[in-house]
Every structure is written in C-alpha cells, then in structure tokens.
C-alpha cells in the first residue's frame, strides 16, 4: 500500500465523483408484491433517461416497461407515491405523462383502463379480492387547476368497462384504500386543510358493496384521529376482522387496532419511540403482516435516529419485540409470503448503498436476511466511507438539537498538512420541514468526506423520528427554530469543547424547506456570519407568494409552521421571509432551481437572486430546465453537485 500523504483539508483528491454516484446509485423508488404469487417487483428512477421511472422484476431484473413512453409515476399530491399495484400477474400502473392508469402482463404491452383525461391523477391503488377488475384508487381532479379548486376523492376504477365511477369525497386528501381480505369492508385515511396527514388525520371503515360492476359504501364508521391533535394512518388488514392503523395520540406514532367496534391501543403501555413516519409519499406503510393467521406483524421503527424492525402482536397487550437487523434505514415493506413469514423490504448500511433485502422469521423470530437486488458496488474501496457519529447537542437555551456528524475520510491521506488545521464542514438543513436526515450511506455525503470535509446533518426542531414534542417545536416558528439549530450546532461542533471543524470554514446547504432553512440562517438569523457560504436547491425566499401559490397538499401548512395566514399575521410572514433581509446576507450563495417546480416556483429563486445582485452580494443562479421538486435527469445530478463544490472551493480559497 503506498504511504498515505498529508494535504490540506477540502482539497483532498478522491475517486468518488459525480458521475460515479450518478451512475453507482440504486434509485429505488419503490417496491410491489404480487399477494397472489408473492413475486417482488420495484420501480427503478432512470436518470439516463430524463429521471423516468421504470417497474422492474426484481428477482429476474427484467425491465417490464423498458422505452420511454413509460413513466411510472403520479403527480397526486406532486409528491406522488403509490403508482403501481400488481394482483395475480396483472400490473396496474399510472402514468405520468396523460395520468392514466394501465394494466399490464408480462409480454404484452400496456392497455389505458381509464379514458382519456390529462386533468385526472391517480394514485393508491387496491383491488377488490373477489371482483378483481374492481381498483379503488384516489383520483385528484386538476380540472380548475389552482390549488383552492383541486378535487381529491376515492373512486373505483372498472379494468373491464375502462371506466371510473366516484365513491366517497367530502375530506381534502384521501390514502390508504384498503379492501378487507374477504371484499365485505374499505378501510381509508382522510385529513382536511389546514391538518397534514402526520398533524391531524382520520381513518375510517365502511361497509362495501358490489352491485352491477360498481362498489358502494354503507355504514362508515370513524375508527380514529382527530383534528389538529391525533394522526390516525396507515390502515390495513390484518385479516377480515382486524384492522391495523397507527396513532400518535400517546405522543409517539404506536400501533392500534379495530376490531368488533373498538379502536385500542396493542400495547399494555405507550412505547416511546416511533412506528411510522410521516405521510409525505402515498402508499408507504410502516409495517407488513407477518402471518396467516394476522396475529403478528413487523414494524419499521425509528429511534435514535436510525430505522429498526420491531414484531408486535396484533393481538395486543404485550410489548414489541426488537429483531438486531444489520440496517439503519428500512423502507418500503410489505409481506411476501405469510405462510413462509417472510418480509420484503429496501435495506441501507452506514457503508452499503439500499439494497432489496427478503427477511424470514421463524418461530423464536430468528431473523435471517437475503438479498433480492443488491446496491452497486462502488469502483474504489469503502476504506473511503466515513461512519456517521450521532450526538444530542444542548444548545445554549437548553433545548436538544440532534445531529449526526461525519469526519474527513479517505485511505490516502492521513490528515492536513497544516499544522493544527481543522477541516471545512457542509452543514446540511433537510427538507420538508417534517422529516428527517437518517444515517444510511449517502454518496453525495461521501462526495465531501473523502476530499477532506467533515460534514453535519442537523434534524432541527421540528424534525420527525423523536416524537410529536420535538416536531412542534417548529409549530409558529419556523424560520427561527431551524435555523437557530443549524447555527447553534454548527458552532458546538466547532467550539473548544468539541474541536472538531473550522468555525470560520463552515457551509450551509438545503433543499425545499432546508433551502428556506439556508436562506433564513443567511438572511433573517440575529447573527448572519455563522456560515462562509450556502447553497439553496428550490429554497423559499417569499412567504407571501408561497402561501398563494404552492400546491394544494401543502397549500395551508404554513397555517402551522407560522401561526396563521398572511392575512392573520402578515407581520410574520414579512419578518420571516428571507428576500425581506436580502441586504444582510454577506456570505456568498449559490441558487439552484428546476423550472416546472410546481412546489416552490421558480418566481422564488428569481426574486431571491435579483434582490441580492441588486444590492451587490455574491451570488450565482443555475436554471435546470424540465426539472421540478427535485433532480431528476443524470446531467443535472452531476452539474448539480459539481457547480455546489466549485462554489465552495472558489469561496474558501481552496483550489487555485
């Protein structure tokens, strides 16, 4: 092995590009079991080919819709999620591009069953078990395309007439359509504006009815959720008489269960830490039915910060029971087999990329793990990988800021060549605002790492995965709690007592709601000169603006996050909007924005660039065209990551 050398820190060579991340990436997006056959599949993002999703035969990696006419993916909700559904081989799917639903068999191409509409999205799907061309999906009309006019229901779509009939409306949102396993009951999730689904939402059970090739609904009963205080989500069946759903009315998202009548928790006691996380993306339960029977079930949890599986009983009172999984992020599971008791499920490593894993459990709920899709392997040694280090900060006003922490890591190098030098760190602010950074592999995190940066994920106030007290911390506060914690960490982890990272070298990045967070640290913070420099990906600037023309499902969140309408507090919104501080923003910023982002509109990066150039700061504006909330295509993805760095080395002073 050559001996390892000594340079300063940020300006470390490495083999981990951005066209090797483009390319070495697993872009998971989501998986489907067949119940009948309980074959996999998942679909897969291509970002070669313009950021389309694909459904792919997991076990055969087989592309099953491989040209480009294809998306497999819905703009329900613009976030989307629940796009595909497969029952007895027949793989019922939306397409982005006209919003219709398909239905296709292996070897024969995809046949529309809805008719031809590009105002309707469809999303959620479920079929009737008895009557199987019978789907219940959500059906969002965008027939009066402003976010106030858009209509969301449940409807039933009939695979054989190609036709869709209405079946409940009334609430705002609707998720989760759920068919008991003998077709007599429907279970679904429903919320309201201002609620989002994790705030305040509903579930609900009817009885259902086939009648001449359509379903009915008699006798809908509440099962739980409140507004405002208690969300209610995530129903399914665990067989034809007990329902499964999940409640935070303990403060922690616990599971629950209805049956003859009566909604109970299936813990003697509430459990302290969470058993679902929060309803961004359709279609994503927390948990799979383990058995036959529907007596046991595996839960994703979060705790610490990291994903973990718990067994619970369905049959309640006893408390769950934790299975030692080599994972720290799990996602998209569901049951493969119940007689075999096996589970299916996207696995990431603090080392290894997301993989497709199977689990089986036998009768001590021994667990045994295998691999469906594995995660690329990467072109250079995972000597390369920094492990992540989390901490619970105390911030000066005694409130706990989370975070997780990676130092400089690379095989050839054994630290600065400048005596005492302590490395540049990229502070990251997460989306959402309510979500949370986890500690699986992220290349783009391994991207600063080996070149000698450490790097800091703060889960702020406001973040989920520690309980509805630490969510609300954000409740009429956002824009100050968030950046306050970003600020405040960043300065712990650079102060004498930790000595770990440059104060003076310190960067700030954030994407939607973590861009907002990036702008407000820049612009609106007591003291602006926390960070060196800041990236804002599709970030917030005006308020004002954003509460009358972001998307419907988002549409009255900041009633939440900022204690009113514009109307109610007009003085907050001015405070809290960033481009109303533009002149006190003295660090350097880099805009990144897609130009069909219907969640946060390009008017805000606009405004946000014009307003500092106009008063003389440093900054740099990047338009990606055909790309929305997010980064999509592969050029894109590179130049995207590329220019952040660049900026970066020019501002520190670090490449020549």
């Known amino acids: 092995m050559a001996p390892q050398l000594n340079a300063p820190f940020g300006t470390w060579s490495s083999p981990i590009t951005a066209e090797v991340i483009k390319k070495g990436a697993l872009p998971l997006s989501a998986l489907v079991v067949d119940p009948i056959t309980s074959k996999p599949y998942h679909l897969e993002a291509r970002p070669s080919e313009g950021g389309r999703i694909t459904i792919v035969d997991t076990e055969c990696d087989i592309d099953l819709t491989p040209t480009k006419d294809w998306n497999v993916r819905t703009g329900v909700h613009e976030y989307g999620g629940g796009a595909a559904i497969v029952h007895g081989g027949n793989i019922y799917f939306s397409n982005l591009a006209d919003g219709r639903v398909y239905h296709l068999k292996e070897g024969v191409n995809p046949e529309a069953v809805t008719p031809e509409n590009k105002v309707h999205r469809f999303a959620d799907f479920d079929v009737h078990p008895i009557h199987t061309h019978l789907l219940v999906s959500i059906l969002e009309d965008h027939t009066i395309d402003e976010p106030s006019d858009i209509v969301n229901t449940l409807c039933i779509i009939n695979t054989t007439t190609k036709t869709v009939h209405p079946l409940i409306s009334g609430a705002d949102f609707y998720a989760s359509p759920k068919f008991s396993p003998d077709g007599t009951h429907l279970a679904w999730q429903q919320w309201s504006h201002p609620d989002m689904p994790w705030e305040g939402s509903h579930v609900y059970v009817a009885d259902a009815f086939v009648d001449s090739d359509r379903v009915s609904l008699k006798n809908i009963v509440h099962v739980a959720g409140e507004a405002l205080k208690v969300s209610a989500a995530y129903p399914s069946w665990a067989n034809s008489e007990t329902l499964v759903f999940t409640s935070d009315e303990s403060g922690f998202i616990n599971p629950w269960k209805y049956q003859n009548g009566k909604s109970t928790a299936l813990f003697p006691e509430p459990v302290g830490y969470e058993f679902g996380s929060p309803g961004w993306l359709l279609q994503t339960h927390p948990y799979a039915i383990l058995d036959d029977n529907g007596t046991l079930a595996l839960f994703i949890t979060t705790k610490d910060g990291r994903n973990g599986l718990d067994i619970v009983h369905l049959t309640g009172g006893l408390l769950p029971q934790t299975i030692d999984i080599p994972f720290v992020l799990v996602d998209n599971i569901s049951s493969l087999s119940r007689r075999a008791r096996e589970v299916v499920f996207s696995g990431g490593k603090v080392d290894e990329g997301v993989s497709v894993v199977k689990v089986a459990l036998d009768d001590a709920f021994g667990a045994s793990f295998a691999v469906l899709k594995p995660a690329a392997i990467p072109e250079f040694s995972s000597d390369f990988v920094s492990i992540p280090q989390p901490m619970s900060l105390k911030a000066p006003n005694g409130d706990l800021v989370h975070v997780v922490f990676y130092p400089p890591k690379n095989p050839h190098y054994s630290g600065s060549s400048v005596p005492g030098e302590r490395p540049p760190c990229v502070v990251l602010a997460h989306g959402g605002p309510t979500s949370i950074t986890m500690q699986n592999l992220s290349w783009t995190t391994q991207y600063f790492t080996s070149r000698g940066w450490a790097w800091l994920s703060v889960n702020y106030g406001g973040s989920s995965g520690y309980g509805r007290e630490y969510t609300s911390r954000l409740d009429g506060k956002w824009g100050v709690v968030d950046s306050n914690d970003c600020i405040q960490a960043a300065r712990i982890i650079s102060s004498t007592l930790y000595n770990l990272v440059d104060p003076k070298r310190l960067v700030i990045r954030g994407s939607s709601a973590g861009g907002y967070t990036v702008l407000s640290a820049l612009a609106n913070a007591p003291d602006v000169t926390t960070f060196a420099a800041g990236t804002s990906s599709f970030g917030i600037s005006d308020l004002f603006p954003l509460e009358a023309h972001t998307h419907k499902f988002e549409s009255r969140q900041l009633e939440k996050l900022l204690g009113g309408t514009s109307a109610q507090v007009p003085e907050v919104y001015r405070e809290r909007s960033p481009i109303n501080h533009a002149d006190r923003i003295v660090a350097p910023l880099l ?66």
């Open 591 to 656: 805009i990144l924005q897609g130009d069909i982002d219907k969640v946060v509109p390009k008017e805000q990066a606009d405004l946000i660039y014009t307003k500092v150039k106009t008063k003389g700061g440093v900054i740099e504006y990047k338009l990606y065209p055909g790309e929305g909330h997010g980064w999509r295509k592969a050029d894109t993805i590179v130049d995207a990551l590329e220019r952040e760095l660049g900026f970066y080395e020019h501002v520190l002073g670090l490449k020549s």
